[in-house]
């Protein structure tokens, strides 16, 4: 039933039901007849909610999947030539996804037992420790794909290597309550082999992050996240850019160019 496929897609994407019933211009109540299936989509709200989980309207109506994948590739240091952003089909170089693995085991086994620390908080410190990291060096540390969605910037690819870590007993998936609302939580079976790091460099600026950071809550990291510019300009479940960080505020800006400017 679409109903029940429109509620499956907007969990998938982490936005809520009143979220949607204000992109719809619509109630919360009336919003819930469409995912009970008591009240028919009409084609303005199909075409929305299809821009709105980035599928098309023809995939909406027919309950298919948007094409969301990560490709492993060993060698290749670019994107492939063939991927289609606006798919979000993203083809990532294989060293990089073990890397952010090792990364994810890492934040785990520093932060991962904090109660804050749950699924949306992982979400905001991966992208702030892939982004400042940019900013200050001018290069990637994991060079994951994060897209623009109501909650802020969410990594493509944290679903897909989270589900094999797990399968390969890694990690394991845990459920409890923040302040009497659900979590979905992660917690370290394994230690991270840090080797897949470059360098000490890298590490220093992960734990950096986890410092300034890791004791934020999901809201918080939520709000902090709206206020970077790579977010602020990139458009509604879209990718956002690195090369944005370039033009960061005071607010989130982790980069000291006076030093540089006095060189």
Same mark, same amino acid.
Do not use: A, G, M, T
């Given at each position: 039933m679409i109903s029940k496929f429109i509620q499956e897609q907007r969990k998938k994407r982490d936005l809520t039901q009143e979220y949607l019933a204000s992109q719809l211009g619509i109630s919360r109540p009336t919003y819930l007849q469409i995912e009970k299936g008591t009240r028919e989509l009409t084609i303005s709200e199909a075409e929305k909610l299809a821009q709105i989980f980035d599928i098309s309207l023809e995939d909406l109506l027919k309950e298919r999947e948007a094409s969301i994948s990560v490709t492993l590739e060993k060698d290749?240091?670019? &994107?492939?030539?063939?991927?289609?952003?606006?798919?979000?089909?993203?083809?990532?170089?294989?060293?990089? &996804? =073990?890397?952010?693995? =090792?990364? &994810? &085991?890492?934040?785990?086994?520093?932060a991962g037992g904090k109660p804050n620390v749950g699924e949306t908080v992982l979400y905001k410190l991966l992208y702030f420790i892939d982004f400042d990291y940019y900013e200050k060096y001018e290069e990637q540390l994991i060079g994951a794909t994060y897209i623009k969605n109501h909650y802020g910037p969410t990594p493509v690819e944290f679903k897909d290597i989270v589900e094999e870590m797990i399968r390969q007993g890694e990690i394991v998936r845990v459920t409890s309550k923040y302040f009497n609302h659900p979590q979905r939580k992660y917690l370290a079976v394994k230690n991270p082999d840090l080797t897949k790091l470059k360098d000490a460099r890298e590490l220093q600026h992960i734990d950096e992050v986890l410092a300034r950071l890791g004791d934020k809550n999901a809201m918080e990291l939520t709000e902090y996240s709206h206020e970077d510019i790579p977010w602020v300009i990139a458009k509604e479940n879209k990718p956002l850019d690195y090369e944005a960080v370039f033009y960061r505020t005071p607010k989130t800006s982790v980069r000291n160019y006076d030093d540089e400017n006095c060189d």
């Open positions: 290749k240091e670019q &994107l492939s030539s063939n991927s289609r952003v606006d798919d979000i089909r993203i083809s990532v170089p294989r060293k990089n &996804l =073990e890397k952010f693995k =090792e990364i &994810l &085991l890492y934040i785990l086994s520093k």
